[in-house]
């Protein structure tokens, strides 16, 4: 079977453009955030708007936190269910709207049953579900920051998301470790902590910013070094580079947005005799030689190998190192000492075309709104402060003559 070019499997032609689509969808999702929250900031209509927008944030959560599974369980939403009816109003409601707008559609069944489907196969449409995610997520954040000067407002436009959010933040929405992954040992991990350090002072050479984990990332990094391992310990390869295949069935899992870049990195050690020396079988802290095992020989020894690997790297790859597009990382690494072998492979991804300056400068701007709307909200809540207080005065026997300060509920 011919392997599919490197190229067409890390970055695929979708049909739209990636980033146009997702400010348009975003835009559009604001504006239909505000017609759901256009009621009085308290009582009841306000109270079952935020419930119907917390509906929508858990009914995505389960969705895409599943992704791997590949099931139609989370992608399907039963219309004549109480829950639905509850959360989603009337026919005509913005609530049905915003979770049209989220990628769902609504379908008859065979037994004339509504059903609300997501085509988990249409990037466009998972686009549009993680984009409305993210305003929803924008919208949780200004609500906790509004908290109780909500009282003091006639409206809920402090707690509406602006629209300028970046296609990069999509990147960052799900990056939790897989349930189910691999799990490194304390040697592992210490190696995939300075193989990161290694490659960030690669990047600072060069002036480019830092990478950010991405748990999930490191993750399927891991999965794949394992695979290595067994393959090698079974005789199977001896392979000095990733199938792109194998890349591409991992990624494929997870819920990222469509249209990302991926570099991946692969580096694999024959000397981990001579960098990692064996401890004392008694189980004491002891070396081999009878003098006392020190913690930073440990680290010296993962310190020795990640500058091989990233060494490596960047002698082979070094467009992918110096990736400036690149907003994420994963490494994991794989040690087998009956084999005599180490393996280490690090994903990057990131919008190819754009730098994650632009992003940050996006987020830094995202930021300085929520700030100024805190402020507003602030003020708003001091001038409806009563200019005099009113009530009985409390005081104690330790302080007599000073009015007591009770904390309120």
């Not at 079977?1 to 604001?30: H, I, Q, S, W």
């Amino acid at each position: 079977k011919e392997e599919v070019p490197e190229e067409a499997v890390m970055r695929p032609d979708l049909g739209f453009d990636p980033e146009e689509t997702f400010n348009e969808n975003y835009a559009a999702a604001c504006e239909l955030l505000q017609q759901i929250l256009s009621v009085p900031p308290m009582g009841e209509k306000f109270t079952a708007a935020v419930s119907g927008l917390h509906s929508l944030a858990n009914i995505l959560d389960r969705l895409f936190q599943a992704w791997a599974d590949e099931g139609e369980k989370f992608s399907q939403i039963k219309e004549d269910s109480d829950a639905f009816l509850k959360s989603f109003g009337r026919p005509d409601s913005a609530l049905r709207k915003l979770l049209a707008h989220a990628g769902f559609q609504r379908q008859v069944t065979e037994s004339s049953k509504s059903v609300w489907y997501f085509d988990r196969q249409d990037p466009e449409i998972r686009l549009r579900g993680l984009t409305v995610r993210l305003c929803l997520q924008r919208f949780s954040e200004l609500k906790r920051l509004r908290g109780t000067h909500r009282w003091a407002q006639s409206n809920n436009f402090a707690v509406v998301p602006s629209a300028d959010a970046s296609l990069y933040e999509l990147l960052e929405l799900y990056k939790g470790p897989d349930a189910e992954g691999e799990r490194p040992s304390v040697r592992e991990r210490n190696l995939e902590a300075e193989v990161r350090a290694k490659i960030q002072e690669r990047r600072a050479e060069t002036q480019l910013s830092g990478l950010t984990l991405h748990e999930g990332l490191a993750a399927a990094a891991r999965r794949l070094a394992q695979r290595q391992r067994v393959s090698e310990r079974q005789g199977k390869s001896q392979m000095t580079k990733l199938r792109s295949s194998d890349v591409r069935e991992l990624l494929a899992k997870m819920p990222l947005p469509p249209g990302f870049t991926a570099a991946q990195l692969y580096f694999r050690s024959t000397e981990l005799p001579s960098i990692f020396g064996l401890t004392s079988s008694t189980g004491s802290g002891a070396t081999p030689m009878g003098g006392k095992n020190d913690e930073k020989d440990k680290d010296k020894a993962a310190d020795i190998l990640a500058r091989e690997a990233v060494g490596y790297w960047a002698a082979r790859q070094a467009q992918d190192v110096a990736w400036p597009s690149a907003s994420l990382c994963g490494v994991g690494a794989a040690l087998d000492y009956t084999v005599n072998r180490g393996f280490v492979v690090a994903l990057l991804i990131g919008f190819e075309g754009a730098t994650v300056e632009e992003a940050s400068t996006s987020q830094r701007s995202a930021m300085q709104s929520l700030r100024r709307r805190q402020a507003v909200a602030n003020e708003a809540a001091n001038k409806a402060k009563p200019s005099a207080t009113f009530g009985a005065r409390v005081r104690t026997l330790g302080a007599p003559t000073a009015d007591a300060v009770l904390n309120r509920k």
